[in-house]
């Protein structure tokens, strides 16, 4: 049975390579390319694919707010996080969102095969070494010296907070998210009022250190 894959990431030549890579397989068709979170998020909506691979830190929407969305909407299509570094903030968050795989970008073309093959068959799959890490951080957290619990969310924001985080966090202003999502700029800034509250920061410096600390936005943050 062909599995049927959406790729995600901002760089042309990665999506590419990641395309030719998994093409090698007979069984793996990779039936679309995004550029970005949003992109990724409307070809899955349009080809309902078994498998959604996307790079967490992408301009506009990222990887992790992408997962998120088709985790919520289609929860057959399963997904891959891409990424850079392996600090278990970023683990942990892509689980959160509803991954299944969590691959450093160094892996080996035989690691992401095996993840996709893994994930395909209903599998957690990290790259080795990130879940004796995951672990040490929920024993260090909860102190625990055997056990793990689930880690806490953190502030319950909605997708499009989160969104709008992301974006300011991004130095556009208030008119240009409103431009972008279509959106009133009274809209975004009672949007922001509401961010600030709930995460107890003030203005877009205090939205910025969240985005940064959560990995919705990629500048300066180990999330690539």
Excluded: W
């Amino acid at each position: 049975m062909t599995l049927r894959i959406v790729l995600a990431d901002d760089h042309q030549l990665v999506r590419e390579g990641l395309r030719a890579l998994l093409s090698r397989d007979a069984e793996l068709d990779v039936v679309g390319l995004a550029e970005d979170g949003a992109a990724a998020v409307k070809l899955v909506r349009h080809l309902q694919p078994d498998l959604l691979i996307t790079d967490i830190a992408m301009p506009g929407l990222n990887g992790i707010e992408a997962t998120r969305r088709v985790r919520a909407h289609h929860p057959s299509v399963q997904a891959i996080c891409l990424s850079m570094h392996g600090d278990q903030r970023s683990v942990v968050t892509a689980l959160q969102a509803g991954a299944s795989g969590y691959v450093l970008k160094d892996a080996s073309s035989e690691e992401l095969l095996r993840a996709v093959r893994d994930v395909a068959s209903g599998r957690i799959y990290l790259s080795p070494g990130l879940m004796g890490g995951l672990v040490d951080e929920i024993r260090t957290r909860h102190r625990l010296p055997e056990a793990g619990t689930p880690i806490p969310a953190g502030p319950a924001l909605t997708a499009r907070e989160r969104e709008i985080v992301q974006l300011f966090a991004e130095d556009l202003s208030t008119q240009e998210i409103a431009d972008r999502l279509k959106l009133s700029a009274k809209t975004v800034a009672t949007h922001r009022e509401n961010v600030t509250r709930k995460l107890g920061v003030r203005g877009v410096a205090g939205m910025t250190r969240y985005a940064l600390s959560e990995g919705l936005s990629e500048g300066g943050v180990p999330c690539r």
